[in-house]
């Protein structure tokens, strides 16, 4: 990871950007303009959160890993959100695994310090909790859609909120992480995968999956996605609105 100081970098990130202007200047001295490569593991299960990240165009995502080694993600975080949650609750460690899926650009910060700056109340703090509201969602959504819906709708759903979270409808993907993230053999991907592109859905070359027809892939995807989109529009949209206007 590298660093540099480009404290204006950080507005990329929703959250940070939401703040007023007074917030903001308070938080500059803290912050870090970090690169984060593909596969980087910002956050150990049961190790100590001594730094916090807030994304910009990178991708994590929040993993949950079973004693025989599988896995699946359980959240997915990028310039909405923050990566390292627990410590506004006064945790310092956490039962899962944040692993950078897109690599990207984001800004850092010590846990401790954002403890700090979360205790004294005002806007970051209604920030954090609206945004532990719609994560809370999203976890709890996912859980449902992994054990109730097929294979094809699941990652239909998936893709979408990568490319939401990136906006962009084209991003580097590996068949072999989609497997791991939705908990799935990489066969199972494969055939979902190649499903979606005879029907000119998405295009996967190379690592690389582009979104062709994004309305098709929304009518295969199950619920969950629009699910999922409304109430986080609804807890935090607003908010965000504002801030792009």
């Known amino acids: 990871m590298s660093t540099d100081n480009k404290p204006l970098e950080s507005k990329k990130n929703r959250l940070l950007a939401a703040l007023p202007e007074s917030d903001y200047e308070r938080l500059i001295p803290h912050l870090k303009t970090v690169s984060f490569s593909f596969g980087q593991v910002l956050i150990e299960p049961e190790k100590p959160i001594t730094q916090v990240y807030f994304p910009h165009k990178a991708v994590v995502s929040l993993i949950t890993t079973m004693e025989n080694g599988s896995s699946v993600e359980v959240g997915m975080v990028s310039n909405e959100g923050m990566v390292g949650l627990p410590v506004i609750s006064g945790s310092n ?131 969950c996605y629009q699910v999922m989109k409304d109430q986080f529009d609804q807890i935090l949209g607003k908010e965000f609105d504002r801030i792009e206007q």
């Open 93 to 223: 460690a956490s039962n899962i695994t944040a692993m950078v899926q897109v690599m990207g650009s984001g800004t850092q910060m010590k846990a401790d310090i954002l403890k700090s700056e979360f205790d004294r109340g005002g806007v970051l703090q209604n920030l954090l909790l609206r945004y532990f509201q719609t994560l809370y969602i999203q976890v709890s959504q996912g859980a449902a859609c992994n054990r109730l819906h097929t294979l094809e709708q699941r990652l239909a759903r998936w893709l979408l909120t990568v490319s939401d979270r990136m906006e962009s409808d084209n991003f580097p993907l590996t068949q072999e992480f989609i497997s791991q993230m939705l908990g799935v053999r990489r066969a199972g991907v494969t055939e979902a995968a190649n499903s979606l592109s005879k029907a000119k859905i998405i295009n996967y070359s190379r690592g690389n999956i582009s979104i062709h027809n994004r309305q098709a892939l929304e009518h295969t995807s199950c619920e």
